[in-house]
């Protein structure tokens, strides 16, 4: 049996828990219903109130794709993409932020302090992670055009944030590097930035791509078409891999139907140079030099034989043929990332050296022993694509 003291301090314990609960649901009540509209313990001078704005896209997305399928051929037209881009985020952001016209008067000064380097980031990175020499090959897959549109997401996700932040903070106050905001949907700016504008203009740029894509594919090659080359394979690369996708088809959550897909493919990827690029031979007397300048390797041509080794198809029929030529095309893709990942360029390089020494050396040394043969590389920012598709990117720039 508890004591008069013991059931004293538990009664005095309940107390003050109901006295607690009762204030927080007091407090609460206050500050949204009862208190005057702004209060706040944050100085009204730094505070930020959020307003609903729909996002307006500015951005021509037949025009854009074509930059994005072919970013050498089109640098320029790539550096202005990235400027419209980030300028109708950071504008977007400014209208829901509900900033005052002359900060939002100052958003392109202030961008523009960032465009020279980010430009060049976001070139170097997207060319990076895409294969610009698989444009026939993407076209014939249906996915050129979506492909380059993932490689965006994942460069522009890499900087928005950064930028938003960057720019963003020089226009509103903050305190002690927070921005205190107030009003519906409240988010971050980087938030705003990536759900609001970048999500659904990339989602945009998805439902084209995916238009484009078909009808070039159905238009890849109308007729036969024969041209000129001159090309000098180096390297060769053989390789073989193999897939397995299992697609099941669930009811209340239990499986009631599965599909199983087992593909293997065999890969013949030649590097080397095309000379129709560019190729040069110059004679510098005053060093005693024959310097014969290259164009950077690429890869020439990529076959890939696959295999259908296992198709056990469940009595829903899960399977259609998007998901076979999308297991053979995911088998090319990665074939392509592993070759340029690793050094067949570099080696690529050595060879081509050793064989136009093999070749021009003997004949150098004939006409006049005290000249050497060097050999360079030169990054032609070319077209990689065929003629035909070509033609077709450069109606947008017209």
């Not at 508890?2 to 006295?19: D, E, F, H, M």
């Not at 025009?63 to 051929?73: E, F, I, T």
């Not at 074939?335 to 360029?345: H, K, W």
């Not at 021009?360 to 006049?368: D, T």
């Amino acid at each position: 049996m508890a004591t008069p003291t013991a059931s004293g301090a538990r009664n005095l314990i309940k107390g003050l828990l109901v006295l607690m609960i009762f204030s927080v649901v007091g407090i609460i009540i206050w500050r949204k219903f009862v208190s005057p509209k702004g209060y706040t313990s944050v100085p009204k001078e730094i505070q930020v109130t959020y307003v609903p704005s729909d996002y307006n896209m500015t951005i021509d997305e037949e025009n854009a794709l074509a930059v994005l399928s072919n970013p050498h051929r089109y640098r320029r037209e790539f550096n202005d993409l990235v400027y419209d881009i980030n300028m109708s985020i950071l504008n977007h952001v400014a209208k829901r932020m509900n900033l005052d016209p002359s900060a939002q008067s100052m958003i392109q000064e202030e961008y523009e302090k960032h465009h020279p380097y980010l430009r060049d980031l976001y070139f170097d990175d997207f060319v990076k992670l895409k294969d610009t020499t698989s444009i026939l090959y993407e076209t014939w897959y249906d996915n050129d055009g979506s492909t380059a549109v993932d490689v965006l997401r994942e460069v522009a996700g890499k900087y928005t944030c950064f930028l938003v932040t960057q720019v963003i903070t020089t226009l509103v106050p903050v305190k002690g590097g927070s921005i205190y905001a107030k009003g519906k949907s409240i988010d971050t700016p980087c938030g705003v930035a990536m759900q609001e504008a970048l999500g659904p203009m990339l989602k945009r740029l998805e439902d084209r791509a995916a238009i484009d894509d078909f009808a070039r594919s159905r238009g890849l090659l109308q007729e036969r078409v024969e041209k000129v080359i001159a090309e000098l394979a180096t390297m060769e690369i053989r390789d073989k891999k193999g897939l397995n996708r299992q697609l099941q088809t669930k009811f209340l959550g239990f499986s009631v139907s599965s599909s199983d897909i087992e593909v293997t493919a065999i890969s013949l990827l030649k590097v080397g140079f095309r000379l129709n690029d560019y190729f040069d031979v110059r004679l510098n007397s005053r060093q005693g030099l024959v310097v014969i300048t290259l164009p950077e390797p690429v890869i020439l041509s990529h076959e890939v034989y696959p295999k259908l080794d296992k198709l056990d198809i469940g009595w829903m029929r899960e399977v259609k043929d998007v998901d076979i030529n999308k297991n053979f095309n995911l088998l090319r893709q990665e074939f392509r990332r592993e070759a340029l990942e690793s050094d067949v360029m570099e080696k690529s390089k050595d060879q081509a050296t050793e064989i136009m020494n093999t070749m021009f050396g003997p004949v150098i040394k004939s006409l006049n022993n005290k000249y050497e043969l060097k050999v360079q590389f030169k990054n032609v920012n070319q077209s990689e694509v065929d003629p035909e598709l070509s033609a077709k990117y450069d109606e947008y720039n017209d």
